[in-house]
């Protein structure tokens, strides 16, 4: 294939991403959380068309779609998730699945391509029973214990009882052979406004943020919100939305350039206006891609919740209920997506980190990984408005395509640089 021509039939592209679409449609968006109807009905879309690209498809038991081939060669793994947040964009995840899909069809029906690729959509990179469940699975990182315990966030069912309403229950999880694949190559929207705000087209991803999360219960004393003078409450609604402006106050002192902290649900009990909270909760993340950072602020986090427990009036426990480690890119595979976006988009990319957590940095954990960004209009995502253009879409596609086959080609790099995970 000439330098010049990465092969991609970018209609294709957009009609995939529209068939996708108009499954689980939400306005100008996707409702499709995991294991509902219209992501069950995404995950045979896949296992349908990868064949086309000479993959033989299986969705194993939690839910993840690998398209596999059993040629003899070098092989490089693509893909990204298909399932949704709720009420959200139509491209966070998708873009990724469609993008491995066409360079699956176009390098794999190639008799000079160095290789072949191999495409996954994970299941519920988006959370919903929880922390990148599918690439864990595939990893070697999720025990059937955990599967056990696991509930939707939003309605509490069991993943047992999804799995086994979505068909799955029984089945085997497919694990990764170490030392099959090259590399893993994820794409997806930026989710922010940078390359739209620079004019640029694509985002070479160099790390990923870990994303620690925690779960903050303050305890104070029911009571009557008439009668209970001020001086003598144990307000733990008021303890809460103190300990929020506190962290706002004190975190900036300990934090690293790029540290982001999030509150993002706030619960009350009873949750009456003539009561005085007994109990509140607060669920709040920490984001940087240092991992000292974030044990520092959580650090901080516990001793702040030490002082106002010493204080006598509530009460406060801190639990971390979630850890993400931050992941760095691999420096062959940036190589691969900057020298296929001088060929593809005209050279307007930049190196930058990815604030949000995808399954790449799971797969970095066992072979090298790498990401590139298309822009998003807006800097919007998580919201049925996300968007990004068509001629975007499409130029992320042949920088996609052809970063893979560099990828393909250069495979003695990875050996090199004693990187495969063998």
């Known amino acids: ?70 040629k003899p060669g070098p092989k490089l793994l693509a893909g990204s998730h298909l399932e949704s ?20 069809r176009v390098i794999n029906s190639d008799r000079n391509a160095h290789g072949m690729i191999e495409v996954a959509a994970w299941c519920d990179e988006e959370g919903h029973f929880g922390s990148f469940l599918g690439s864990r699975s595939y990893v070697g990182g999720v025990t059937d214990a955990e599967i056990d315990a696991a509930r939707d966030r939003s309605s509490g069912k069991s993943m047992r009882d999804a799995l086994r309403e979505a068909g799955l229950a029984g089945r085997a999880r497919v694990a990764c052979e170490r030392g099959r694949h090259l590399g893993y190559l994820e794409a997806h929207i930026e989710q922010g406004e940078r390359l739209e705000g620079s004019g640029l087209k694509i985002g070479v991803v160099t790390s990923i943020v870990g994303i620690w999360q925690y779960r903050i219960a303050f305890t104070g004393e029911q009571n009557h919100a008439g009668t ?7 307000d733990a609604g008021l303890a809460l939305a103190r300990f929020c402006v506190d962290i706002d106050d004190r975190f900036p002192a300990h934090c690293g350039p790029r ?44 001793s702040m919740a030490a002082d106002i427990s010493a204080r006598g009036r509530c009460t406060v426990a801190v639990e971390r209920i979630r850890t993400g480690a931050p992941a760095l ?35 970095a954990t066992v072979m090298p990984s790498g990401m590139l960004f298309v822009p998003s209009i807006g800097g919007i995502s998580h919201h049925w408005t996300e968007n990004t253009a068509d001629a975007d879409i499409v130029t992320g596609a042949e920088v996609f395509v052809d970063a893979c086959r560099r990828l393909l080609k250069g495979h003695s790099v990875f050996e090199r640089s004693g990187r495969r995970f063998a």
């Open 1 to 70: 294939m000439p330098d010049n021509h990465s092969g991609v039939d970018g209609a294709q592209v957009l009609a995939d991403l529209s068939a996708l679409r108009a499954i689980g449609a939400y306005k100008t968006g996707v409702h499709k959380p995991t294991f509902s109807e219209p992501h069950i009905r995404s995950l045979q879309w896949l296992a349908q068309r990868l064949p086309e690209a000479g993959l033989t498809a299986e969705i194993d038991g939690i839910g993840n779609v690998l398209g596999t081939s059993d």
């Open 85 to 104: 947040q709720n009420y959200a964009g139509w491209l966070d995840g998708p873009l990724g699945v469609v993008y491995a899909l066409e360079a699956a």
């Open 228 to 234: 209970t003078r001020m001086a003598v409450r144990r």
């Open 259 to 302: 540290t982001v902290w999030t509150t993002g649900r706030i619960t009350l009990d009873p949750g009456a206006p003539s009561i005085i909270p007994g109990a509140a909760e607060m669920l709040f993340q920490i984001r940087d891609d240092d991992a000292e950072v974030i044990a520092r602020l959580e650090d901080l986090l516990r």
């Open 329 to 363: 890119m691999d420096a062959s595979i940036q190589t691969a997506v900057e020298a296929a976006s001088a060929a593809f988009a005209g050279g307007k990319s930049i190196r930058m980190p990815s604030g949000a957590g995808h399954d790449a940095q799971v797969l």
